[in-house]
Structure formats: C-alpha cells, structure tokens
C-alpha cells in the first residue's frame, strides 16, 4: 500500500514569497490524483516538494507512513515524468528506457538479465517495442512522450508523478495520450500525482482533484463532486464556467451545419 500525505505543509522563498500555505492532502494507495489551478497556484512546487526538488519551509510530506522531508530525491522511490521529453538524442530507445536501471547502485543494482527483461516488458506495454533500436528523432512527439514514461515506469516506483506532461503535443496526441496514460494507471495501479492548469485533462483523468489558487487548497473531491457542488467561487468561475463555456462552443458547431442544411 503506498499513499502520500502533505500535513500543514508550507513552502516560503528567500524572497518572502509563500508558494504553498498551510496544504494538507492526502492521496490514496492506487489512486490518480490531479493537482489542479492556474499559473502559480502552487501546483508545480506541490508536486517538486514530495519529488525532493524543493525543500519544504514547514509541515511533513509522508509516502506510505514514512517522513520523507529530509530524504534526497533519489531515495524516495519516485518516477517522474516532465513537460520536457529530456531523452538522450545520441542513445537509442533500448539505451533512454534502461539508463535509469544502469545507473543503480548497491542493493539496489540490477543484473543485465533484469535490466533486459524490464525494458522489453515496459516497451511492450507502450507498444514501443518495434522502436527499440531507433534514435529519439526518428519517433513522433507521442511515441517519445511514451519513451518519457516508459524511463520513469521501469522503475517501478512507489508513485509516479507527472508535471504537464503533454503541453507540448497538438490537441490529437494529448487526446490518445490521456487515454493511454489512464490505460496504463488502471492496468498498473501506480499511485499518480498529475500537474496541469487543463480542467478538461483533469476532469478525464483523476480519480480526484485538488484544486489550488494563490498556493491555498480550495477542494478535493471526485471531479463530478467539485462540477455539480463547487465549494467557493473560484472554483465555479475556474472549473465549471470554463466547462460550461467549452460545452456551448461545442454545441454551437454542432448545430451550424444542421442550420445550414435547413437553409437549403
């Protein structure tokens, strides 16, 4: 059973600036979390404090019952996946999904039986295993945002973290990305903690969102939950109206050229 909890935690810069207050969150054992608001919210940092990328000012942050403030990144168990593919160009497919393996030391270092087996049934799994042995740029933006995830997956860590993953693709992609990232959730069980300011991604995706504003929780609940019984009015204003404008865009299309076709 892996959960993580925040308690009260706070994350202040040398220059006063409080990006995180007072946040206290806890996300379940196999559950996909969604960390949700605009630009600076907090978000981001949220997701770099439980990551070991950024010191926490007060509060605990606890992954599976254990404290884990004083623990470097890499001791944590954690996969992450970034905006940035930040592949190896020069490395071939086979070489990005196992360096993470190769680089492993003391008990905690693998045979090449291991490492072999791990990357062939990671690439299976992403339906990579034809790319191998090719270079980065010869894949698609999808096949190398796969490649991102595999390199984190193949881990096989405690809980998989991901921030803004698919910014960088075009509408389509993020489309088949968001269907294969909740696939391959469902199939695995990873406890996932997912970043985005896209209230449609977060809406298809979690299991449960925490929306943030100003570095302060404002709910966590089932996204249906926060849709129909937002808690305060950023909420209704950030989610719901957001939604309920895209809704009436749709529609609108969709009826133009039925209007159209009367018209003839």
Request: hydrophobic share 35%; net charge negative; glycine share 8%.
């Given at each position: 059973?892996?959960?993580?909890?925040?308690?009260?935690?706070?994350?202040?810069?040398?220059?006063?600036?409080?990006?995180?207050?007072?946040?206290?969150?806890?996300?379940?054992?196999?559950?996909?979390?969604?960390?949700?608001?605009?630009?600076?919210?907090?978000?981001?940092?949220?997701?770099?404090?439980?990551?070991?990328?950024?010191?926490?000012?007060?509060?605990?942050?606890?992954?599976?019952?254990?404290?884990?403030?004083?623990?470097?990144?890499?001791?944590?168990?954690?996969?992450?996946?970034?905006?940035?593919?930040?592949?190896?160009?020069?490395?071939?497919?086979?070489?990005?999904?196992?360096?993470?393996?190769?680089?492993?030391?003391?008990?905690?270092?693998?045979?090449?039986?291991?490492?072999?087996?791990?990357?062939?049934?990671?690439?299976?799994?992403?339906?990579l295993?034809?790319?191998l042995?090719?270079?980065?740029?010869?894949?698609s933006?999808?096949?190398?945002?796969?490649?991102?995830?595999?390199?984190?997956?193949?881990?096989?860590?405690?809980?998989?973290?991901?921030?803004?993953?698919?910014?960088?693709?075009?509408?389509?992609?993020?489309?088949q990305?968001?269907?294969?990232?909740?696939?391959?959730?469902?199939?695995?069980?990873?406890?996932?903690?997912?970043?985005?300011?896209?209230?449609?991604?977060?809406?298809?995706?979690?299991?449960?969102?925490?929306?943030?504003?100003?570095?302060?929780?404002?709910?966590?609940?089932?996204?249906?939950?926060?849709?129909?019984?937002?808690?305060?009015?950023?909420?209704?204003?950030?989610?719901?109206?957001?939604i309920?404008?895209?809704?009436?865009?749709?529609?609108?299309?969709?009826?133009?050229?039925?209007?159209?076709?009367?018209?003839?």
């Amino acid at each position: 059973m892996v959960s993580v909890e925040f308690e009260n935690v706070n994350k202040q810069y040398d220059d006063g600036f409080q990006a995180v207050k007072g946040l206290s969150l806890d996300i379940k054992d196999k559950e996909f979390l969604v960390l949700l608001g605009p630009s600076g919210c907090g978000k981001s940092t949220t997701l770099r404090m439980l990551a070991g990328l950024e010191d926490v000012t007060e509060g605990d942050i606890r992954i599976d019952g254990m404290k884990v403030n004083h623990l470097p990144a890499g001791a944590r168990g954690l996969g992450m996946v970034f905006q940035s593919y930040a592949l190896y160009p020069h490395m071939s497919i086979r070489d990005n999904l196992s360096f993470g393996l190769r680089m492993m030391k003391g008990t905690e270092k693998l045979d090449a039986n291991e490492i072999s087996n791990r990357v062939e049934e990671i690439a299976q799994l992403l339906e990579l295993d034809g790319h191998l042995d090719k270079k980065p740029k010869e894949l698609s933006g999808g096949q190398r945002q796969r490649v991102a995830l595999g390199r984190a997956l193949v881990r096989r860590p405690k809980v998989l973290l991901m921030d803004e993953p698919l910014s960088n693709l075009d509408a389509e992609l993020r489309h088949q990305m968001r269907n294969e990232i909740r696939r391959l959730h469902d199939e695995l069980g990873t406890t996932t903690i997912y970043v985005t300011h896209d209230q449609i991604e977060a809406m298809t995706l979690a299991d449960r969102i925490a929306i943030l504003d100003k570095g302060e929780l404002q709910q966590h609940c089932p996204p249906l939950d926060a849709y129909h019984n937002p808690a305060n009015e950023f909420v209704r204003s950030f989610l719901c109206r957001h939604i309920d404008d895209l809704v009436d865009t749709a529609n609108s299309l969709f009826k133009q050229p039925h209007q159209m076709e009367g018209q003839e």
